[in-house]
């Protein structure tokens, strides 16, 4: 599975039968000025304790963050503990950028 996935492969694979969980590893207060419809928010320093439930996820796993760096340190760790996951490359920025420009910016 490749480790990176275009904005636009996700926004296919969320309008399919089966989305995917899209898990948003920025802080809250990011979260709060903008989110992915449908984003499950586990910042960065949670993401360890939410081993369990990421292990036992059924569907594709796909972190994001502001840009894709923190997310693809999450992205490296879970891998790391046996988790397939994908980073949106580009993160939230790519994703207002290409798909839903009604996001803010900052």
């Known amino acids: 599975m490749e ?6 492969e996700l926004k296919e694979k969320m309008d399919s039968a089966t989305p995917p969980l899209l898990v948003d590893v920025r802080e809250p207060w990011e979260h709060e000025r903008c989110a992915i419809a449908g984003a ?3 910042p960065l ?4 304790e939410s081993l369990g439930e990421l292990k036992g996820e059924t569907r ?8 894709g760096g923190r997310s693809m340190r999450a992205v490296m760790w879970l891998r790391s503990q ?8 580009g993160g939230i920025h790519q994703w ?5 420009p009604s996001l803010p910016r900052y």
């Not at 320093?45 to 360890?48: D, K, L, M």
């Not at 594709?60 to 840009?67: A, F, K, L, P, T």
Request: proline fraction near 3%; glycine fraction near 2%; charged fraction near 25%.
């Open 3 to 8: 480790i990176e996935i275009s904005v636009q």
């Open 60 to 67: 594709e796993i796909v972190m994001h963050c502001h840009h």
């Open 82 to 89: 046996g988790v397939e996951a994908r980073n949106l490359t």
């Open 96 to 100: 207002a950028e290409e798909i839903d």
């Open 45 to 48: 320093r949670q993401v360890p």
């Open 40 to 42: 499950k928010l586990i």
